[in-house]
């Protein structure tokens, strides 16, 4: 069974950084794309930020510059890197990966999210 478990979040005051980690254990044969997304009090969940295993990257508008999503395939983990940190990026961030368990199942992974919050 396929798991993903994050950890990294707090709080941290405006203009600070955080990373958060997301790592995948369990049966795995291939991991495809990770990704994370946040979901803020009373908003809809959105995409941060996206690699794939080939390395290629993509994030939101909202964060580019700001934050980055390493990837240690070896460990079969992902990260978001977070800097410059505003009251506005305060949400529940979750770790999202296509993974395969063998040649012939892949399914959606989601963890179980972690809180983070800029506040003063």
């Known amino acids: 069974q396929v798991q993903l478990v994050e950890s990294g979040g707090g709080l941290v005051q405006p203009g600070g950084s955080l990373r958060l980690s997301c790592a995948a254990s369990?049966?795995?044969?291939?991991?495809?794309?990770m990704n994370w997304y946040r979901q803020a009090p009373g908003k809809e969940r959105e995409s941060v930020a996206a690699?794939?295993?080939?390395?290629?990257?993509n994030y939101a508008d909202s964060v580019k510059g700001r934050f980055t999503i390493p990837r240690d395939n070896a460990k079969n983990t992902t990260y978001l890197q977070m800097y410059s940190l505003k009251p506005e990026d305060t949400a529940v961030y979750y770790c999202?990966?296509?993974?395969?368990?063998?040649?012939?199942?892949?399914?959606?992974?989601w963890g179980q999210g972690t809180q983070v919050t800029v506040s003063s």
């Open positions: 999202n990966a296509f993974i395969c368990s063998d040649s012939y199942y892949c399914n959606d992974y």
């Open positions: 690699i794939t295993s080939g390395g290629s990257t």
């Open positions: 369990g049966t795995i044969f291939s991991i495809n794309a």
